[in-house]
């Protein structure tokens, strides 16, 4: 868990955000230690996607999407690299500590994810992984689908370890967590000029929505019935957008692309109207939105407001060819490259596409704030 000053200031931003959460989450804190042991506000945390929820799957799979090596995890757990693609703690490591986890649920590819460590999720998630199925393949990343069929295998092997009356409890109760979309327009659409000869931006999107219903549909198929979905980042703030398409004269800022942060808005308008129609069909279906693209956008454009002193460049040493991020080499060089800042708490990015660990707590902040429906 974070320390408690940090867990004061959890306390203060959430009540901030949302008073009436905050009752529950203080119940959480007042508690202490014994919180975590006596209860949690969902029985498991069962999660799919992209690399912002990936927590060690791609480890095991013949892909170049990994951050099995330092500097990834460089401030985690003893220092030691897991396959998070950040310096420390995701969004859903701090999501889970501020729930009432004692620990995460494991990569479910990884050994970890057997016996009664099932009883609080997995992640199915997969850095390069999104609604596109075909890139999905290209990049040797585990696509949606894929995700769904592990998910099935899950719930096999946790009625055996927890009897099928309480796994079918855990299956209903456990909070889902999507997280998709950054990929598909990072490193498919605006890569791909053959995908945007054949789709505009806003074809492209409902197209990636309509995955989106399917996937949902399919997932309360299979028992979920509390689900949250993250929006899309302001992809124009990102530090490969902007260091390989520039600012030109789209942006209205100084830190971000008004052209990629207006298609990454159309595609979030696009999933709250999908998710409207999804909670109407699907009976007892609780499912919500959450918004990250506001709070990482106001990070970037305040970074001082929240502590930090860099908000257009990654912590991590990257690839370069010149002055422009290599297409393929968006991630951290092995080891304590050349570059690697000293102190990422000052950096909103770690590497040129992921948020630090302290600009995930900022998230992860406002994504529990906004839970309250699916509680």
């Not at 998910?151 to 109760?173: C, H, M, P, R, W």
């Not at 998230?363 to 429906?373: E, I, T, W």
């Amino acid at each position: 868990m974070s320390n408690p000053k940090k867990l004061h200031c959890y306390r203060m931003d959430i009540y901030n955000i949302g008073g009436v959460l905050v009752l529950v989450f203080v119940y959480a804190l007042v508690n202490g230690g014994k919180a975590q042991e006596s209860t949690t506000l969902f029985p498991a945390i069962i999660t799919f996607g992209d690399s912002s929820v990936d927590v060690g799957n791609n480890n095991y799979l013949p892909t170049h999407f990994k951050a099995n090596y330092l500097p990834y995890g460089m401030d985690f757990i003893n220092q030691q690299p897991t396959g998070r693609f950040c310096n420390g703690k995701l969004v859903v490591d701090f999501t889970a500590e501020i729930l009432g986890f004692k620990t995460y649920p494991p990569a479910y590819l990884s050994p970890q994810a057997a016996g009664k460590n099932l009883l609080i999720g997995a992640s199915f998630g997969s850095a390069a992984s999104g609604f596109d199925e075909k890139a999905v393949i290209l990049n040797h990343a585990i696509p949606l689908f894929q995700q769904l069929k592990y998910f099935k295998e899950y719930k096999t092997k946790l009625a055996k370890v927890a009897g099928n009356q309480k796994a079918s409890s855990i299956i209903q109760d456990a909070l889902y967590i999507l997280s998709a979309g950054t990929a598909d327009f990072l490193q498919n659409y605006y890569f791909d000029s053959s995908i945007r000869k054949a789709y505009t931006p806003s074809q492209y999107s409902s197209k990636l929505v309509s995955v989106f219903s399917t996937f949902v549909k399919d997932l309360y198929g299979l028992g979920a019935r509390k689900i949250g979905v993250t929006s899309l980042a302001p992809l124009g703030c990102l530090p490969a957008a902007t260091s390989v398409f520039g600012y030109g004269d789209e942006n209205s800022n100084r830190h971000c692309l008004t052209r990629l942060n207006n298609d990454a808005q159309a595609f979030n308008k696009m999933l709250n109207s999908s998710a409207v129609e999804l909670k109407k069909q699907l009976l007892g279906l609780k499912i919500v939105v959450f918004d990250i693209f506001n709070p990482l956008y106001d990070v970037v454009n305040s970074p001082s407001k929240y502590g930090f002193v860099e908000a257009r460049r990654g912590c991590c040493g990257i690839r370069k060819k010149g002055n422009i991020v290599e297409k393929s080499s968006v991630l951290c060089k092995p080891a304590k490259s050349k570059g690697t800042c000293s102190n990422a708490t000052q950096y909103v990015f770690w590497d040129s596409v992921h948020p630090s660990e302290a600009a995930n707590q900022v998230v992860a902040d406002a994504m529990v704030a906004q839970a309250f429906p699916l509680i």
